[in-house]
């Protein structure tokens, strides 16, 4: 079996920068990866994500939480397993804690309903660390509005996505539910401070990954 390995954290946190530093240092190791995200790891995920993140829809908020884990358990049956099952080491940008996080920290809906539905979909399939990368909201603003090349305040417009856009105040309950799951589930998630230099997050990332053995340390 090989490796799951989840980064969560509030967007402009620098989730896919570190998704891409890890798979070169796996490839590195001649490590084989698998690296996926969510929503829209599978075809079938591409058309929910655009349901979801697009601007043609207004979706409520339970079609949210049913159309996410719809998205996952669709992932989890074409992607996920089979690549740990050939012994792949699986690098997933965004997993159950953003569906904890943002449909039910941000958005208010039941935890508890919420873990029930993972219980039941991801059966065996946990995990075996996940990374929560956490930083201040104003600095994860400023990423996206520097990745957007704007200066101006980040404004919702047509195809943007709705989270991004939302009230900093719905940032701040995101970044805190977050906070919460880290302190909740210590020993498969591990909090990582996302404001520094990515190369220093990176080599935090490696430092917790040789700390758990799950690859053999150089030293
Ligand atoms: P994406 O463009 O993938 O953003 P990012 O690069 O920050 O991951 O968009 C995914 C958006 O969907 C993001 O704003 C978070 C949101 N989301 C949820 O609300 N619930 C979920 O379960 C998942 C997986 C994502």
């Not at 402009?12 to 796996?26: P, R």
């Not at 997993?95 to 449909?103: H, I, L, M, P």
């Not at 990374?131 to 919702?156: I, N």
Request: hydrophobic share 35%; net charge neutral.
């Amino acid at each position: 079996m090989g490796i799951f390995i989840t980064f969560e954290g509030i967007d402009g946190c620098g989730k896919s920068t570190q998704v891409k530093l890890l798979d070169h240092a796996l490839k590195e190791k001649k490590i084989e990866t698998c690296v996926t995200m969510e929503p829209g790891g599978t075809e079938a995920g591409k058309i929910i994500r655009n349901i979801l993140l697009g601007s043609e829809f207004s979706v409520d908020r339970y079609a949210q939480l049913f159309l996410f884990v719809a998205d996952r358990a669709q992932h989890l049956e074409e992607v996920i397993r089979p690549a740990l099952m050939s012994g792949k080491w699986v690098l997933c940008d965004r997993f159950v804690e953003s569906t904890v996080a943002y449909q039910g920290y941000g958005l208010g809906l039941n935890k508890n309903f919420i873990n029930l539905l993972h219980k039941e979909i991801l059966g065996d399939t946990w995990p075996d660390l996940t990374f929560v990368l956490d930083c201040p909201v104003s600095v994860a603003r400023l990423r996206l509005k520097t990745r957007r090349g704007e200066t101006a305040e980040l404004t919702s417009g047509k195809g943007d996505d709705p989270y991004e856009t939302a009230s900093l105040e719905f940032q701040e309950r995101l970044r805190q539910g977050y906070l919460d799951l880290a302190r909740k589930y210590p020993k498969r998630i591990a909090l990582i401070d996302g404001s520094e230099d990515p190369k220093q997050v990176h080599l935090s990332i490696i430092k917790i990954i040789e700390k758990k053995k799950l690859w053999p340390s150089e030293t």
